[in-house]
């Protein structure tokens, strides 16, 4: 199963993904039925249980960045901030989650992780929008295409 | 001649807590100079939030306080504004807020048993530590949360401040099938359930043993969570409106917590206070369970909250299982409400303890005016006593390091929202 997660929550800067989502959803869906998408709110742990048991699994997340807000970026998992270390169950990061279910060897044969650039208190316009959801459509299409969906 | 020892632990700042806080113990000469859990959440002022919404808004609003007990929050608020409106829910309602409870203790409890407390217990600096060598234990406290998680999820739309929760029941009622999935995974997980127990009465806990005020609810036919009095274990036993005249709130300097007293000294609430109350109503199986490993209720000794962690999500999963059993799906999930001007008061049981709301409302139900006491901040003056009697006990003598980890250790068993942060503690010390 293709699980593709939307992280965020869907109050302030943090919403990017779930705004993105929500544009190119219906494309993604006609284009490929079989996928799984869902949203998170901040979801801890329960990132975990939701890539556990997937063969691919695509998490997005806005991340801060100095570049123009809506770039969208394939990171790597040694690319996200995990210093703080704590695996509070009130307060679990991406970058924890993924450290915890590799420890536990849940990860899924495949697993990519894609941050849009946000910039705080500068929401993305109608027209930034757009161009990042067509950056991320794209991505997504080579990694569906990786994962032979 | 004596060693002069002065050890200075502070911790100016808690990272990643809800609210924000601080740790600081002085150790002179053998003696505890100063201590004090400072605890400085922001001003969040939901209170003043709530002021001029609607009844109908406020479930949803108080369900933000809190990203691991919404449920406690949306509960305590509903029950204490139908009160108000002199409202009485159907018993289909009282069952589904029972069972979307089960779901919230079940995922806080699997959460801090597996990631939180364990961790300390086994010698491990984290869960991703301990996940190394003990990785079927974090895995079960991953199937146990999203158990809860899915529990919440039937009632609320979503684990994470749910919105299904309204004055006068709930928005939509589940499908039957949505609800026999359900009693399927859960009766899975009594295995689980069973384990934990065991498990956690094998664990080496340290003995704190000490006189506690222990202060919960408690109900005649159930393990307290939404119905029942206020009761201690001195022999107070009262409804909610009257938990002002006995549970006094004050500011202390080193915090912006309120603390809570209980005629003048501090007492604790969460799941060993509720245990202690009410242990005569957990199954016959368990408590041959815990007496085997030599444990007898009521206990004194604070650590083993963790083993009442256990209990409780034993009894919560079975008590998901008998509503369950007999579901229906209500043609009334929400009954219409008459709003009136009065004043409504309601306790129910977090995870963390008994929380405590209070609404006044106009004649169209609007607030005008809103106090809620959480459980947290009930337990800030047992917390610490409990850490200077305990770090006396545990041998001022002993090293910095030592001292670190027990105190951690102890703030963590209380499962406070401030220690959500583990391993929070840096040390500052000042030898003379």
């Known amino acids: ?149 | 001649m004596t060693e002069q020892r002065h050890i200075k632990i502070n911790v100016p700042v808690l990272t990643r807590v809800e609210g924000e806080g601080a740790l600081d113990i002085e150790i002179e000469n053998n003696a505890i100079k100063h201590l004090a859990l400072r605890i400085y959440e922001p001003p969040r002022y939901f209170e003043k939030f709530l002021e001029g919404r609607s009844h109908l808004d406020v479930p949803d609003m108080v369900a933000r306080i809190c990203g691991i007990c919404p449920v406690a929050y949306q509960m305590s608020a509903v029950k204490a504004m139908e009160q108000a409106f002199d409202f009485t829910p159907s018993q289909w309602t009282l069952n589904m807020r029972r069972l979307m409870y089960c779901g919230e203790w079940i995922q806080s409890h699997s959460l801090h048993i597996h990631l939180l407390a364990a961790p300390d217990f086994l010698g491990f600096d984290n869960a991703l530590a301990m996940s190394a060598k003990h990785p079927q234990i974090v895995h079960r406290g991953l199937r146990l949360q999203q158990l809860g998680n899915d529990i919440i999820r039937l009632l609320g739309g979503r684990s994470v401040h749910p919105v299904g929760v309204v004055t006068g029941g709930f928005h939509k009622a589940p499908s039957l099938q949505a609800a026999q999935n359900l009693l399927q995974q859960l009766q899975q997980a009594k295995d689980d359930c069973h384990a934990l127990v065991d498990w956690t009465c094998s664990l080496s806990l340290p003995n704190n043993s000490q006189d506690l005020v222990s202060v919960a609810m408690a109900h005649d036919d159930e393990y307290p969570m939404y119905r029942g009095r206020i009761k201690t274990s001195q022999g107070l036993d009262i409804d909610a409106a009257e938990f002002e005249q006995h549970f006094i709130e004050h500011h202390v300097a080193h915090s912006t917590a309120l603390h809570a007293l209980h005629n003048g000294k501090p007492y604790l609430v969460g799941p060993l206070a509720r245990l202690n109350l009410n242990h005569e109503l957990i199954p016959a199986n368990t408590l041959a369970l815990i007496k085997k490993h030599g444990i007898n209720l009521p206990s004194k000794n604070v650590f083993h909250s963790i083993i009442a962690r256990a209990i409780e999500l034993q009894i919560a999963v079975d008590s998901a299982i008998h509503i369950l059993k007999h579901y229906f799906v209500s043609n009334e999930p929400v009954e219409k409400v008459s709003t009136c001007a009065s004043t409504g008061f309601a306790c129910t049981e977090a995870p963390r303890g008994i929380l405590w709301h209070k609404y006044t409302t106009d004649e169209q139900g609007y607030i005008s005016y809103a106090k809620i006491v959480p459980p947290t901040s009930q337990n800030q003056a047992q917390m610490e006593s409990d850490l200077r009697l305990s770090i006396m006990n545990f041998g001022l003598h002993k090293s910095e390091d030592e001292l670190r980890h027990f105190s951690e250790t102890l703030v963590r068993n209380y499962d406070p929202c401030i220690s959500c942060a583990t391993h929070f503690l840096k040390l500052k010390v000042t030898q003379t």
């Open chain 1, 1 to 149: 199963m293709i699980r593709i997660i939307a992280i965020g929550s869907p109050f302030g800067d943090d919403n990017i993904s779930f705004r993105v989502m929500d544009e190119i959803k219906p494309n993604l869906l006609h284009k490929y039925p079989s996928i799984d998408i869902c949203y998170l709110d901040r979801p801890g742990m329960q990132l975990i249980n939701e890539i556990q048991g997937t063969t691919c699994a695509v998490l997005i997340d806005a991340v801060l960045t100095d570049t123009a807000p809506g770039q969208v970026l394939q990171l790597e998992e040694s690319q996200l901030d995990s210093k703080n270390n704590t695996l509070s169950s009130h307060d679990l990061s991406v970058a924890e989650a993924i450290k915890l279910a590799r420890q536990l060897d849940v990860l899924p044969e495949q697993l990519a992780i894609v941050g849009i650039g946000i910039q705080l208190g500068q929401t993305l316009s109608n027209d930034q929008l757009q161009t990042c959801s067509k950056q991320l459509f794209t991505l997504l299409e080579h990694v569906m295409c990786r994962a032979h969906c």
